[in-house]
């Protein structure tokens, strides 16, 4: 059985080298079709990977007007700890938030230069709540705080971008549904056109006494080789754009002190890939050789 | 093994193929279909193999009734046929090894096994020195033989014989009809059709006679 399998293997692959200029096409053609989701996949994920490390907890700061004094500063600390709606409070001096920017975003050039620190002292406040109303709430009954000069809603642009990364996922989704289609229909037509140029061989081995599976087989096999191929080149494609992506945003990152790489496709994410791609060629052909299989009687 | 009871055949626009025929070839019987062209040789041989259905009547071969076989049954009933068609069918993409080794194929034998039989079918009909030839580069006789080696590789209990002597000279058919009667000799069921009387008489044996359809001699057993 396992040699009656590597034997139709054997034939399908000769098969593929009958017509290199045509299977190389077909392969290119699909590996395109299947880049452009897979490629779209990998930079959301980027993203999102980048977006998780940036923001944590939800987080509100309160910053404050400049000259307050120690006492007051207490008593503003205690009287936000005592609200049943706030976890903690962490309090940031104008200057270790100072410091702090110094050390991280790679600006420091820039502060050495200023006259004074432009800071102002701030109370980074987490909420208990989680929901996007209750903080809301909370937010607006902060901003209403006399003491405060400013609020912010730290998690703001996070849940822009989340919808954002939505939005990109959903639309992925799309384009992917989209292209697995085309991939099935472009199996599908080339095994119509090896069905048809084979017609003699068909008739041949239904005469005598091939079933129905014997004759499929080659032809199954060949979507799913076609499939996979198509979904090699879909692999070097991407991881080929990533690198020549990754080696230009080195320079970029620098600028900004950020390591920020696009991650390149998992372990996991390839074998989906591969599997994917193959049952897509495997599919493409089964539903041609059904539909046309068995308009070849022998006459 | 092959029984026909009251088959008629009927094509479509109204041509009747064959008309009540009835007759009855034993387990290991050599029987000869003739007829003019035309008269229903190729249709009998047709039904025999299941390519087509009565229209009514009985077509039973060893026992299964192709009239109401079911689809998926009828490769296993050809597997047990050897067919031998006047236009060779062979596969031109292919040796003549590969050929013969293709009924093995799809029955699923063992590779070395498959070989083997392969070799000893094309011995038997004397190709055994062509086997890496195209089936293109055979002489017509040549390639008639090389479909007998197809039909025989697989020792079925049926042999087909749609005008094997056909295109061929005087030469060519008794070499060929010398094969078939070996078979005959080893208790293969033969039904071969031809048109051709020289054969009948040197090769005796029982005539189906058909004309228009009808079968005039050789109904009886």
């Known amino acids: ?299 | 093994m092959i029984r026909f009871g009251q088959v008629y055949k009927r094509y479509p626009g109204g041509h009747e193929a064959l008309q009540d025929v009835s007759f009855d070839i034993a387990k290991g019987e050599m029987a000869y279909l003739t007829g003019h062209s035309g008269a229903g040789k190729s249709t009998l041989l047709r039904l025999v193999a299941a390519i087509e259905r009565p229209t009514s009547g009985s077509v039973l071969i060893n026992g299964q009734n192709i009239r109401s076989i079911k689809r998926e049954a009828i490769p296993a009933l050809r597997r047990n046929i050897g067919l031998i068609f006047q236009d060779h069918k062979l596969l031109f993409d292919r040796n003549a090894f590969d050929n013969v080794l293709l009924p093995l194929q799809i029955g699923g034998f063992d590779h070395r096994e498959a070989a083997k039989r392969v070799r000893a079918a094309l011995d038997k009909v004397g190709l055994m020195s062509r086997e890496k030839a195209n089936p293109v580069a055979l002489s017509g006789g040549e390639q008639q033989r090389l479909c007998i080696a197809r039909a025989i590789v697989t020792r079925p209990d049926i042999l087909l014989a749609d005008e094997p002597t056909g295109n061929l000279d005087a030469e060519y058919s008794g070499e060929i009809l010398n094969i078939f009667n070996s078979f005959h000799q080893v208790g293969v069921t033969l039904l071969i059709s031809t048109h051709d009387q020289s054969v009948l008489q040197r090769f005796p044996a029982r005539a189906l006679h058909l004309d228009h359809g009808v079968l005039q001699q050789g109904g009886a057993t």
């Not at chain 1, 060949?222 to 080929?240: D, E, I, K, R, Y």
């Not at chain 1, 041609?288 to 299989?293: E, F, G, I, N, Y």
């Open chain 1, 1 to 299: 059985m396992l040699r009656e399998h590597l034997h139709v293997l054997q034939t399908t692959l000769s098969r593929l080298w009958l017509t290199p200029g045509a299977s190389l096409l077909n392969m290119t053609i699909i590996g395109i079709a299947l880049s452009l989701p897979v490629g779209a996949y990998v930079l959301l994920q980027s993203v999102q990977q980048l977006a998780a490390t940036v923001a944590d907890a939800p987080q509100i700061s309160a910053f404050l007007d400049a000259g307050k004094r120690d006492a007051e500063l207490s008593a503003l600390k205690d009287r936000l700890e005592s609200n049943e709606r706030i976890a903690k409070v962490e309090f940031v001096s104008r200057d270790s938030a100072l410091q702090q920017l110094q050390q991280s975003t790679g600006v420091s050039d820039m502060i050495g230069d200023l006259p004074h620190n432009p800071l102002p002292d701030t109370f980074i406040i987490y909420p208990k709540v989680t929901d996007t109303e209750a903080m809301e709430a909370l937010y607006q009954d902060l901003q209403s705080w006399k003491q405060f000069d400013h609020v912010q809603l730290d998690s703001a642009w996070i849940k822009k971008l989340d919808a954002l990364l939505n939005l990109g996922r959903l639309a992925t989704a799309m384009l992917a549904t989209t292209l697995s289609l085309a991939l099935i229909a472009i199996t599908f037509n080339t095994i119509r056109l090896q069905i048809l140029t084979r017609r003699d061989e068909i008739e041949v081995t239904k005469l005598i006494g091939a079933s129905d599976s014997f004759i499929r087989r080659p032809f199954l096999y060949f979507g799913l080789l076609q499939g996979l191929t198509g979904g090699l080149v879909a692999w070097l494609l991407v991881s080929a754009s990533l690198w020549l992506l990754n080696a230009s945003l080195v320079n970029l990152t620098q600028l900004y002190a950020r390591d920020f790489q696009l991650q390149p496709l998992s372990i996991p994410d390839s074998l989906t890939l591969f599997v994917f791609s193959g049952y897509l060629g495997w599919l493409g052909a089964w539903f041609s050789v059904s539909q046309h299989l068995w308009q070849i009687e022998p006459r």
